[in-house]
Every structure is written in C-alpha cells, then in structure tokens.
C-alpha cells in the first residue's frame, strides 16, 4: 500500500472545565493559547509545524472529541477515504476549519472519531515570536516545562489486536508491538505508528462496555534532562506524578504520566529508538518482560488503566486509582503545595 499517513496532526479533547484546563496547560506546562472560538481553546507547542495541536472543548466529561492524522498528499486523502468506505464505515466531507483544509472525518470500528487532512495552515509566528533558525516554527518557549511537539494519543478498545489490524489494513499504520498478559491470553496494549517513532497511536484493552475512550495524550521533549526537570517543575507546582518518570520496554522512551485538571492523563516523552523497517514483524511481549518499565522493578500503578470518559456508574476513584492516589485524581488543584 502506498504510504497514505504522515503524522499526528492535532487532537481535540473535551473537558468540563475549559478554563481550569487552559489554565493548567498554559501556565504549568508552557503549552501557548493561540486561538479562542465558541468556547473552544486552541493550544500549541513551541515546536509544532502546524498551528495548534491540542483544542480544548467544552463536554460534561473528559473524553476524546477527535484525532487528526495528516495524510502525505492530496491524492493519498482520497485513497484514505475510499479505503475506509471500502471497510463498511461510512463517513463525511468537511470544508474544514481553523488551520486545515477539506476533510474527511469518521468514526473508527471501535468508537474513536478521526479526522484525515492534507491541506493545513503552516504556523506563521507573529512578530516578536519568530524563532532565530530557519526551521524553528517559533522561538523556543522560556517555560522550562514546555514540550517541543504533540507525540501521540492512546486509545482504549474492547479488542486491541482488531483495533491493530483495521487500522493497519485499512490506513497502514506499521503494528510495531503487543502485550499479552502472562496468565492469559489476553491482549492489553499495542502500538501503531506512520513514521519512524515507535508509536504516534497506541491501544490499551478496555474492559469497560464504553467505545471511543481515551487513555491519555502525549506529548515531546528532546531530552531525558528536560522530561526530568518537567516532573520537578509540576511537582513543585502541585501536580502529582502518576507513574514514572521511568523507560518503557517497548519503544524505549522515557515517560511521565500525570493529569490534568479534568482527570485526563497526559504523557511526556523523550529519546526512544527509530524503525524504518517497513516490513516489522511485531513482537508480543508481557508485562514481566519490561513491556511498560524496563527496568522490571516497578508494578504500573493500577490507576493507570482508566480511561476516559469514566465507564459507565463508576468514578474516578472506582475505576482504577488506588487509595493514595483518591484526591490528587479527582481533585488536581487540592494537593498541598499547589500555589
Ligand atoms: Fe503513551
């Protein structure tokens, strides 16, 4: 199959207090606001090629509202569409909007909902913001927090090998790895990627009867340094570290995990290999192996397998967050030493 994606373009997440998201992403993660429309903030990294890559909407519940993949071409945005018509799932033009062009939006087999464009507005910094360097979409933030890019999105699925093979057959993303459970097996995660990264989409196994969720979005720094003085930087400022920072076995990226204010979980990453293998055979790996932590020493925690939306009737607290974890989850702003 021709190559018809290029990379994570930008993603719209929902929250049910904008403001209080904008806010965190902003002055705690040096994210940079650049637009605001019917209630909708757009946010963008120093580093993104495009003009924005997070869109806060307003929603009663933190969930993923869209995820956007630019296609390499015009021509591959076509072939992308009818591809996805010729699985069964019908979906619908678009004008576009702010920062892209015509597109075609749907919604996958397993709930998510996916915009495709080729045509998008490149970032133009305003004065005063234009980087130095040529190739430096804008100067680099002075927050020592912020992420160079948007890296990925993970999603949750009741069946992750499907969800790896539709989005492999139909659109071609490469599946670089899965892990199986070592009593059973159970599929509970998988990586998929349109580029050399080891993953721009991931899947973890939902248990829950609920389609469409998200696990938590990621996004980039350069260095193991800068990644390590984020976590200083939020701890210090009041947001606890859900698990890392540490390695993941498969990638072999450095992680962060924490939440933003309205639960959702968000990823920092840095290092990690680069495949360019185009015919990657995955490997199945288990937990014990060093899937998530490398090193083998240090169970996930087990609040780390909510996603969302919360499934349905349960809380924050319910669905996966251990005891110690109960009040930084469901109240980020609460935890001491928050200024
Ligand atoms: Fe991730």
């Given amino acids: 199959?021709?190559?018809?994606?290029?990379?994570?373009?930008?993603?719209?997440?929902?929250?049910?207090?904008?403001?209080?998201?904008?806010?965190?992403?902003?002055?705690?993660?040096?994210?940079?606001?650049?637009?605001?429309?019917?209630?909708r903030v757009y946010l963008r990294c120093w580093g993104d090629y495009d003009s924005y890559s997070l869109v806060l909407v307003p929603g009663d519940e933190p969930g993923l509202h869209m995820m956007a993949w630019r296609t390499t071409s015009a021509e591959a945005l076509e072939a992308a569409a009818g591809r996805i018509e010729d699985s069964g799932i019908t979906g619908s033009w678009t004008e576009g909007g702010y920062g892209y062009g015509r597109a075609y939006e749907f919604v996958g087999p397993y709930g998510h909902p996916m915009r495709l464009v080729w045509e998008v507005e490149k970032y133009e910094a305003p004065k005063g913001l234009a980087s130095i360097y040529p190739d430096r979409p804008e100067k680099r933030s002075r927050h020592s927090a912020a992420p160079r890019f948007l890296d990925h999105v993970t999603v949750a699925s009741q069946d992750v090998r499907g969800f790896a093979s539709w989005y492999s057959d139909v659109l071609g993303f490469r599946t670089m790895a899965f892990t199986d459970?070592?009593?059973?097996?159970?599929?509970?995660?998988?990586?998929?990627?349109?580029?050399?990264?080891?993953?721009?989409?991931?899947?973890?196994?939902?248990?829950?009867?609920?389609?469409?969720?998200?696990?938590?979005?990621?996004?980039?720094?350069?260095?193991?340094?800068?990644?390590?003085?984020?976590?200083?930087?939020?701890?210090?400022?009041?947001?606890?570290?859900?698990?890392?920072?540490?390695?993941?076995?498969?990638?072999?990226?450095?992680?962060?995990?924490?939440?933003?204010?309205?639960?959702?979980?968000?990823?920092?990453?840095?290092?990690?290999?680069?495949?360019?293998?185009?015919?990657?055979?995955?490997?199945?790996?288990?937990?014990?192996?060093?899937?998530?932590?490398?090193?083998?020493?240090?169970?996930?925690?087990?609040?780390?397998?909510?996603?969302?939306?919360?499934?349905?009737?349960?809380?924050?607290t319910e669905e996966g967050a251990p005891d110690e974890m109960k009040e930084a989850l469901l109240n980020p702003y609460a935890v001491p030493g928050r200024g």
């Fill in 1 to 39: 199959m021709e190559k018809l994606l290029a990379h994570v373009s930008h993603l719209e997440i929902t929250s049910p207090d904008v403001e209080a998201s904008a806010r965190f992403y902003v002055e705690d993660f040096g994210l940079r606001e650049v637009r605001r429309e019917n209630g």
């Fill in 181 to 316: 459970l070592e009593e059973a097996p159970i599929t509970v995660f998988s990586v998929l990627t349109t580029n050399e990264k080891s993953h721009d989409l991931g899947v973890v196994l939902d248990t829950s009867e609920r389609a469409g969720r998200v696990n938590h979005i990621a996004f980039w720094v350069d260095a193991h340094e800068d990644l390590l003085r984020t976590a200083d930087i939020l701890m210090e400022w009041g947001t606890p570290m859900e698990y890392g920072p540490s390695i993941h076995g498969i990638g072999e990226q450095n992680f962060l995990y924490f939440r933003e204010p309205s639960a959702l979980r968000v990823e920092l990453n840095s290092g990690g290999y680069r495949n360019y293998v185009p015919d990657w055979t995955a490997n199945t790996w288990t937990p014990s192996q060093g899937s998530n932590n490398f090193y083998r020493n240090g169970a996930m925690p087990h609040s780390m397998t909510e996603s969302f939306p919360l499934a349905e009737g349960l809380t924050a």
